[in-house]
């Protein structure tokens, strides 16, 4: 070291001791101001200082300036006013002296201004309101003065400006106005220097998008306004300092102060918002958001937190909702009341957490967002599963559609699910095959004091939860489909994945009847796509919801030249179910006269169908009586003689679905049989239905006596006879 410079060293830790002696309760002598303007002379004559020298000096300085009482107690602790006003214009004098020295660092080391604006935190977060308005005063020296100097060739670096931006935001919403106004312009001048910079490495690259536009913010863009904040410094932040600056925000939602609180969590929600896309440690994030929504935190710091959760979901969703679907569940939530209960999920006390319950309900706040949960909830029900998973029930599934049932009370929600709706409705449906096929209610239970699956507890029905999802989608698309399988009784079929099938054709059947054609074409072409899957579930599904959408008849006449041959190749399925499919399809093929020569060359095959159990028989007697109905085939009466050995014993059968089936199925045939002259071999089999449709008429079923049953059969044999 230069000779001549030991003297100015030693005077620096002399004006250091002195100022350390110096009392903090009040300031009775000049002796602190006279050594800071000392050092502040002495800095500009250098040498420079290292890091730990400054660091002293800085915090030797502060601790004995900033932690004096305030103006009022200064000039109070006097009894002699005059005094008092000579302690106030000392510490006036004390503060300038103070600014010198603040200044020559700045000059001497630029490129370390964050690591000094750092010392200051631990007064900017003091409970004194004069010390936190003192520590900013300090900040916003320190950042001017690197403005002013207008030296931008060597870059001012900021390593942690995530944590720098929040630390002066905070105080943006300060409760003492004083703060506030000396936190916004701390802001605007770190905004500047940001600017400045941004724009010296850009130069000869031309003008920048919103270059030279620092006119178009000023100190007062920033007060009490921490979202602006966001959005402007948004795209100054690495990915790592964006993280930092959100994981603080998140530390800072339970602030005692109500102001602080809320703009943490609209600095967090702005910076979302604006870099979503690039925010690393989303897991993280998430987590952390979840545990401070466990508190009670306010309540527009809670609503904040909520808009900053679903922004984040919008951006990153598939990260975010696997978070979310791996806490446990409240499964208590959604009990089901008893067996074989397919009603609306019920509310129900819950101890478990209700952060994740709050974030999804958030989801439905955001169009982007809740169109991108619903893609990914899709594709989550959409999962291939077998029968060998049936050991072990996946609950990820099952949690979907119960976050389902929150949002989709959302508008914005249905908005989303009207643009998803086929492949989002054959989901939930591909779902709800499984777990009834799994039995799934007797898998699952609710702990209600831990909010997790227990053998112990009272059950909960995966099956009444996704039934619930089905009916908000239908709604959602039509709320005539809804109110017409109301009426036909749907929801009350699905008891076990045997009927699945049944009661898909059954909703389907309604849906044909209310829905925009366009809607149906959109559906048929994606269950076309799964007619021959090797999921069975998916297999069933499709094949279903293709029988009995050939009864529309724009959709049945735009597949007409291969429908037939689609559904007559599941005959020979081993699976009743499908043989019963295919039956229905058939069925509503028949209502088309273009097909009946085709169809007519089936009534062979039908007619071994109606020795088959029950419900095979049911609908191969609906598909031959609208055959017969429909046929443009001359010899009618032929066709109907071939059927009547068959049919005659199904009207005394002892199933009654069966019986009552062919009863009206030979009143539909006979009213289409009256309009042509009988002959003698058709007499004949006329007349041995009498009996046994007379033997009907006693029978006590209601049922089997109500026209165009028994009755209609009756009376139409009747009138064959006397026209004789």
């Given at each position: 070291?230069?000779?001549?410079?030991?003297?100015?060293?030693?005077?620096v830790g002399?004006?250091?001791?002195?100022?350390?002696?110096?009392?903090?309760?009040?300031?009775?002598?000049p002796?602190?101001?006279?050594a800071?303007?000392?050092?502040?002379?002495?800095?500009?004559l250098?040498?420079?200082?290292?890091a730990?020298?400054?660091?002293?000096l800085?915090?030797?300085?502060?601790?004995?300036?900033?932690?004096?009482?305030?103006?009022?107690?200064?000039?109070?602790e006097?009894?002699d006013?005059s005094?008092?006003?000579?302690n106030v214009?000392?510490f006036s004098?004390?503060?300038?002296?103070?600014?010198?020295?603040?200044?020559?660092?700045?000059?001497?080391?630029?490129t370390?201004?964050?690591?000094?604006?750092?010392?200051?935190?631990?007064?900017?977060?003091?409970?004194?309101?004069?010390?936190?308005?003192?520590?900013?005063?300090?900040?916003?020296?320190?950042?001017?003065?690197?403005?002013?100097?207008?030296?931008?060739?060597?870059e001012t670096?900021?390593?942690?400006l995530?944590?720098?931006?929040?630390?002066?935001a905070?105080?943006?919403q300060?409760?003492?106005d004083?703060?506030?106004?000396?936190?916004?312009?701390a802001?605007?001048?770190?905004?500047?220097?940001?600017?400045?910079?941004k724009?010296?490495?850009?130069?000869?690259?031309?003008?920048?998008?919103?270059?030279?536009?620092?006119?178009?913010y000023?100190?007062?863009?920033?007060?009490?306004?921490?979202?602006?904040?966001?959005?402007?410094?948004?795209?100054?932040f690495?990915?790592?300092?964006?993280?930092?600056?959100?994981?603080?925000a998140?530390?800072?939602l339970?602030?005692?102060?109500?102001?602080l609180?809320?703009?943490?969590?609209?600095?967090?929600?702005?910076?979302?918002e604006?870099?979503?896309?690039?925010?690393?440690?989303?897991?993280a994030?998430?987590e952390?958001?979840?545990?401070?929504?466990?508190?009670?935190?306010?309540?527009?710091?809670?609503?904040e937190?909520?808009?900053?959760?679903?922004?984040?979901?919008?951006?990153?969703?598939?990260?975010?909702?696997?978070?979310?679907?791996?806490?446990?569940?409240?499964?208590?939530?959604?009990?089901?009341?008893?067996?074989?209960?397919?009603?609306?999920?019920?509310?129900?006390?819950?101890?478990?957490?209700?952060?994740?319950?709050?974030?999804?309900?958030?989801?439905g706040?955001?169009w982007?967002t809740?169109?991108?949960?619903?893609?990914?909830?899709?594709?989550?029900?959409?999962?291939?599963r077998?029968?060998?998973?049936?050991e072990?029930?996946?609950?990820?599934?099952?949690?979907?559609?119960?976050?389902?049932?929150?949002?989709?009370?959302?508008?914005?929600?249905l908005?989303?699910?009207q643009?998803n709706?086929?492949?989002?409705?054959?989901?939930?449906?591909?779902?709800?095959?499984?777990?009834?096929?799994?039995?799934?209610?007797?898998?699952?239970?609710?702990?209600?004091?831990?909010?997790?699956?227990?053998?112990?507890?009272?059950?909960?029905?995966?099956?009444?939860?996704?039934?619930?999802?089905?009916?908000l989608?239908?709604?959602?698309?039509?709320?005539?489909?809804?109110?017409?399988?109301?009426?036909?009784?749907?929801?009350?079929?699905?008891?076990?994945s045997t009927?699945?099938?049944?009661?898909?054709?059954?909703?389907?059947?309604?849906?044909?009847?209310?829905?925009d054609?366009?809607?149906?074409?959109?559906?048929?072409?994606?269950?076309?796509?799964?007619?021959?899957?090797?999921d069975?579930?998916r297999?069933?599904?499709?094949r279903?919801?293709y029988?009995?959408?050939?009864?529309?008849?724009?959709?049945g006449?735009?597949?007409m030249?291969?429908?037939?041959?689609?559904?007559?190749?599941?005959?020979?399925?081993?699976?009743?179910?499908?043989?019963?499919?295919?039956l229905?399809?058939?069925?509503?093929?028949?209502?088309?006269?273009?097909?009946?020569?085709?169809?007519?060359?089936?009534?062979?095959?039908l007619?071994?169908?109606?020795s088959?159990?029950?419900?095979?028989?049911v609908?191969?007697?609906?598909g031959?009586?609208?055959?017969?109905?429909?046929?443009r085939?001359?010899?009618?009466?032929?066709?109907?003689?071939?059927?009547?050995?068959?049919l005659r014993?199904?009207?005394?059968?002892?199933?009654?679905?069966?019986?009552?089936?062919?009863?009206?199925?030979?009143?539909?045939?006979?009213?289409r049989?009256?309009?042509?002259?009988?002959?003698?071999?058709m007499?004949?089999?006329?007349?041995?239905?009498?009996?046994p449709?007379?033997?009907?008429?006693?029978?006590?079923?209601?049922?089997?006596?109500?026209?165009?049953?028994?009755?209609?059969?009756?009376?139409?044999?009747?009138?064959?006879?006397?026209?004789?």
């Open positions: 070291m230069n000779m001549f410079m030991v003297p100015l060293v030693f005077g002399l004006s250091q001791e002195l100022i350390r002696d110096e009392p903090l309760g009040r300031i009775s002598s002796i602190r101001q006279k800071m303007a000392i050092i502040a002379d002495v800095r500009n250098r040498p420079v200082l290292d730990d020298s400054r660091e002293e800085l915090v030797t300085c502060w601790e004995s300036v900033l932690c004096l009482p305030a103006s009022e107690g200064l000039a109070e006097v009894s006013p005094e008092g006003r000579a214009g000392l004098m004390t503060m300038q002296s103070l600014r010198s020295l603040l200044e020559a660092l700045v000059t001497e080391k630029p370390e201004i964050q690591s000094c604006l750092e010392l200051l935190e631990m007064w900017l977060n003091s409970r004194n309101d004069h010390e936190r308005e003192r520590a900013m005063w300090c900040a916003t020296c320190l950042l001017g003065f690197t403005v002013k100097m207008n030296n931008f060739q060597v670096p900021f390593p942690r995530g944590h720098l931006v929040r630390m002066l905070m105080h943006c300060d409760p003492v004083g703060v506030r106004s000396l936190a916004a312009e802001v605007y001048n770190l905004y500047r220097i940001l600017l400045l910079q724009q010296m490495t850009r130069e000869t690259q031309g003008p920048l998008e919103g270059e030279g536009t620092s006119e178009a000023s100190p007062h863009s920033f007060y009490d306004n921490t979202i602006q904040i966001g959005k402007v410094f948004a795209e100054y690495t990915e790592i300092q964006l993280c930092d600056l959100v994981l603080e998140i530390e800072g339970t602030d005692d102060k109500a102001k609180s809320l703009a943490a969590a609209q600095l967090m929600n702005a910076v979302i604006e870099r979503g896309r690039d925010m690393i440690k989303v897991e994030i998430v952390g958001i979840l545990g401070q929504l466990n508190k009670n935190l306010e309540a527009r710091t809670e609503e937190t909520l808009q900053a959760m679903c922004s984040l979901t919008g951006s990153n969703t598939r990260a975010v909702v696997s978070v979310l679907l791996s806490k446990p569940w409240p499964w208590d939530r959604y009990r089901c009341p008893g067996p074989g209960a397919h009603s609306a999920a019920q509310e129900a006390p819950c101890a478990w957490p209700q952060a994740q319950m709050k974030s999804h309900s958030a989801f706040a955001q982007d809740i169109l991108s949960v619903v893609q990914l909830f899709t594709d989550i029900l959409e999962k291939k077998s029968r060998e998973d049936a072990e029930l996946d609950a990820q599934p099952v949690a979907v559609t119960c976050v389902l049932c929150e949002m989709l009370s959302r508008s914005l929600c908005e989303a699910v643009q709706f086929p492949r989002l409705l054959l989901a939930v449906l591909y779902h709800l095959y499984w777990v009834t096929e799994q039995n799934a209610r007797q898998k699952m239970a609710v702990s209600r004091e831990e909010g997790t699956l227990d053998s112990e507890s009272e059950s909960f029905d995966p099956a009444s939860c996704a039934l619930e999802v089905v009916k989608v239908l709604a959602a698309a039509d709320e005539r489909v809804v109110s017409h399988a109301d009426d036909l009784h749907c929801w009350d079929l699905l008891s076990s009927s699945f099938h049944t009661w898909v054709m059954d909703l389907t059947r309604a849906m044909v009847k209310t829905c054609p366009s809607l149906l074409h959109e559906l048929m072409a994606l269950v076309q796509k799964s007619l021959h899957s090797v069975e579930g297999k069933i599904l499709a279903a919801v029988a009995q959408l050939l009864w529309h008849p724009s959709v006449h735009t597949l030249p291969q429908s037939l041959g689609t559904v007559t190749e599941w005959f020979k399925d081993p699976d009743i179910s499908m043989v019963e499919i295919s229905r399809g058939i069925t509503n093929l028949a209502l088309y006269p273009e097909l009946s020569e085709a169809l007519g060359r089936l009534v062979p095959y007619r071994g169908f109606l088959a159990e029950a419900r095979v028989a609908q191969a007697l609906e031959l009586q609208n055959i017969m109905q429909h046929t085939d001359k010899d009618i009466q032929g066709m109907f003689c071939s059927i009547c050995q068959h014993p199904l009207i005394s059968d002892e199933r009654e679905p069966v019986r009552i089936a062919a009863t009206s199925a030979l009143g539909h045939m006979l009213s049989d009256m309009k042509y002259k009988l002959g003698a071999t007499k004949r089999e006329l007349y041995t239905f009498l009996v449709l007379l033997l009907n008429m006693q029978e006590e079923n209601s049922e089997v006596v109500k026209p165009p049953l028994a009755s209609s059969s009756v009376l139409a044999l009747s009138t064959v006879t006397l026209s004789l």
